[in-house]
Structure formats: structure tokens, C-alpha cells
């Protein structure tokens, strides 16, 4: 009989805008499963310091790198720093994301840029570094939203990004995966963040999500993180250049 058990022992992993929400429960779950984590964040020291607190006291490794995702030469020089600590990396999750909230006619180039450098150029950047020091093959997550595929008011620049970046992680699927490197995305379903805050019709979002979800509650981010560390896993070692629904039911829901 085969027992199951997630073992991230020996493993690197590199969580974007690890330090609060979604991203913090996916580094302290890959850490409680023995990863090595480095965490990026790019304003808040604060939030970064408590989830490496947070993850040592749980007896795991963590370091914070700061860096502004939609910046390459700040990406890469965070990417250097990370290879000084380790020569090598297993894991890359891509959370961090930004971008305004705006109907579409106030809309410029510098909201687009931001919003699709941060969101989905990253994704291209980090993998680009992060593949070399995958040299035992490696495990890619994206995390994307709803907005990649629904029309939410305000949320053009981000829906628009995150469509690009299930896109791109399609198309990493097909030439990363001969080697050894298997990506997938998970679209979550309304988490209730601190990224919720800017949304001026927060408390309509978080009813009108529950009224909607079939499994009857919002989904949480370690709901996310549960789901990330499987596909982090050799449990889902087939699955490959997917986007995983994790939303309780909200998007199938007619
Ligand atoms: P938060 O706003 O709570 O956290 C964002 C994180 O990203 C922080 O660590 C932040 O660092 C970091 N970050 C933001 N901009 C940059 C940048 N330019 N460079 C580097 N790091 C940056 O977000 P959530 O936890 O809510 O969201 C995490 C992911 O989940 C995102 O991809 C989001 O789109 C997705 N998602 C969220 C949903 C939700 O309802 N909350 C729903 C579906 C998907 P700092 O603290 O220093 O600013």
C-alpha cells in the first residue's frame, strides 16, 4: 500500500508577494511541507518580516527579497540575490499583482504597463532565470483570477493581464515541459485580501460571492495554498499547462 505524503524536503521555492494574503499561506504551506522559501515583497517590509518569522517558528527557512516585479533590472537583481543563498530553485510560484481599478476611458498606457509587467511579464522574466537553476527539473504555479476570463467592472487592466497570463503559461507548458519543468495555473475565486480593499464595492463583492458559491463560503487563501501544494507535488505530476478553478463552485454556477 502507498501512503501518500507531500515531501518538500530539500526543495527551493520562490513565491512572489509572499509576505501577505494568498501568497504568505502558499509559502508557509510549501514551508510546512520542509521547502526552503524565499519570499519577495516589494513596499511592506513589515508583512514580509512577520511570514519569516511566522515560517521560522514553525522550524522552517525563509528569506525575504525586495523587488519590484514590474521593473526587470529590480527582477533580476532579486533573482541574483536569491542565487547568492541558493544554487538552485524547484519551485516558482508567480502570485504578485498589481494594477488600478478604473472604468475603462480613464484608462492610459502607464495603468496598462504596470499592470501587465507586474502580472503577466513577470511570469516571462522570473521563468527565464528561474529554468537554469531547474536543473532537477522544476514545479511553476500562476496564480491568476476570475477577470481572465469574466468582465468585472474597473478590473480591465488586471482581467486583461491575468488572461495574458494564463496564456503565456500554456505556452511555457509546451517548451518547458521537455525539461522536467510542468507549470499550471490556479484561478482563485474572491478571497478576501487586503487587494479586496480597493475595490469600493468590497462588502457587495463578499455577498454577492456567497450568495453565489454553491459550496456556500468565500474561498480563503490557504484554500489556494492546498491547492498550489498539489500541484507542487508528484501527486500532480501529469498535470500540466492547466488552470485550476479553486472558487467553490461561483464559476460554474448559472
Ligand atoms: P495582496 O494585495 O494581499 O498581496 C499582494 C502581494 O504582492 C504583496 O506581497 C505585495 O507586496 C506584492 N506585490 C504587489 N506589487 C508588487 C510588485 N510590483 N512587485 C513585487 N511584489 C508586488 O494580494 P492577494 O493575496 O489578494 O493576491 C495574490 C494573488 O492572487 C494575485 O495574483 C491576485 O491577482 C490573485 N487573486 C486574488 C484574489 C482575491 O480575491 N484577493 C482572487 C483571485 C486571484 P507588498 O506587501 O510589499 O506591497
Same mark, same amino acid.
Given at each position: 500500500? #502507498?501512503?501518500?505524503?507531500?515531501?518538500?524536503?530539500?526543495?527551493?521555492?520562490?513565491?512572489?508577494?509572499?509576505? #501577505?494574503?494568498?501568497?504568505?499561506?502558499?509559502?508557509?504551506?510549501?514551508?510546512? @511541507? &520542509?521547502?526552503?522559501?524565499?519570499?519577495?515583497?516589494?513596499?511592506?517590509?513589515?508583512?514580509?518580516?512577520?511570514?519569516?518569522?511566522?515560517?521560522? $517558528? &514553525? &522550524?522552517? @527557512?525563509?528569506? $525575504?527579497?525586495?523587488?519590484?516585479?514590474?521593473?526587470?533590472?529590480?527582477? =533580476?537583481?532579486?533573482? $541574483?540575490? /536569491?542565487? #547568492?543563498?541558493?544554487?538552485?530553485?524547484?519551485?516558482?510560484?508567480? %502570485?504578485?499583482?498589481?494594477?488600478?481599478?478604473?472604468?475603462?476611458?480613464?484608462? =492610459?498606457?502607464?495603468?496598462?504597463?504596470?499592470?501587465v %509587467?507586474?502580472n503577466a511579464r513577470?511570469l516571462l522574466?522570473?521563468? @527565464? @532565470?528561474?529554468?537554469?537553476?531547474?536543473?532537477?527539473?522544476?514545479?511553476?504555479?500562476a496564480?491568476s483570477?476570475?477577470?481572465s476570463v469574466?468582465?468585472?467592472?474597473?478590473?480591465?487592466?488586471?482581467g486583461a493581464s491575468k488572461g495574458a497570463l494564463e496564456s503565456l503559461v500554456r505556452h511555457l507548458a509546451v517548451e /518547458?515541459?521537455?525539461?522536467?519543468? %510542468?507549470i499550471?495555473t490556479?484561478r $482563485?475565486?474572491?478571497?478576501?485580501?487586503?487587494?479586496?480593499?480597493?475595490?469600493?464595492?468590497?462588502?457587495?463583492?463578499?455577498? &454577492?460571492?456567497?450568495?453565489?458559491?454553491?459550496?456556500?463560503?468565500?474561498?480563503?487563501?490557504?484554500?489556494?495554498?492546498?491547492?498550489?501544494?498539489?500541484?507542487?507535488?508528484?501527486?500532480?505530476?501529469?498535470?500540466?499547462g492547466q488552470t485550476?478553478?479553486?472558487?467553490?463552485?461561483?464559476?460554474?454556477?448559472?
Amino acid at each position: 500500500m #502507498r501512503k501518500i505524503k507531500i515531501d518538500l524536503q530539500g526543495k527551493v521555492a520562490l513565491v512572489t508577494g509572499g509576505s #501577505r494574503g494568498i501568497g504568505k499561506a502558499v509559502a508557509l504551506r510549501l514551508a510546512e @511541507q &520542509g521547502a526552503e522559501v524565499v519570499i519577495n515583497y516589494v513596499r511592506h517590509r513589515g508583512h514580509a518580516d512577520a511570514t519569516v518569522a511566522a515560517i521560522k $517558528a &514553525g &522550524g522552517g @527557512q525563509c528569506l $525575504a527579497l525586495k523587488a519590484n516585479l514590474a521593473d526587470e533590472s529590480s527582477l =533580476t537583481a532579486m533573482m $541574483a540575490e /536569491l542565487r #547568492r543563498h541558493h544554487d538552485r530553485l524547484d519551485i516558482l510560484i508567480s %502570485n504578485a499583482a498589481s494594477g488600478v481599478l478604473r472604468p475603462v476611458l480613464e484608462l =492610459t498606457s502607464h495603468h496598462w504597463d504596470w499592470a501587465v %509587467n507586474v502580472n503577466a511579464r513577470a511570469l516571462l522574466l522570473l521563468t @527565464q @532565470q528561474a529554468a537554469p537553476l531547474m536543473t532537477g527539473g522544476g514545479r511553476i504555479v500562476a496564480i491568476s483570477s476570475i477577470g481572465s476570463v469574466r468582465a468585472i467592472p474597473g478590473y480591465t487592466v488586471v482581467g486583461a493581464s491575468k488572461g495574458a497570463l494564463e496564456s503565456l503559461v500554456r505556452h511555457l507548458a509546451v517548451e /518547458l515541459g521537455p525539461r522536467g519543468i %510542468n507549470i499550471n495555473t490556479v484561478r $482563485a475565486g474572491v478571497v478576501d485580501t487586503d487587494a479586496l480593499k480597493k475595490f469600493p464595492n468590497r462588502e457587495e463583492i463578499l455577498a &454577492g460571492s456567497m450568495a453565489r458559491t454553491p459550496l456556500g463560503r468565500l474561498t480563503t487563501p490557504e484554500d489556494v495554498a492546498d491547492v498550489t501544494l498539489f500541484l507542487c507535488s508528484e501527486l500532480a505530476a501529469m498535470v500540466h499547462g492547466q488552470t485550476v478553478v479553486v472558487d467553490g463552485g461561483y464559476a460554474v454556477h448559472g
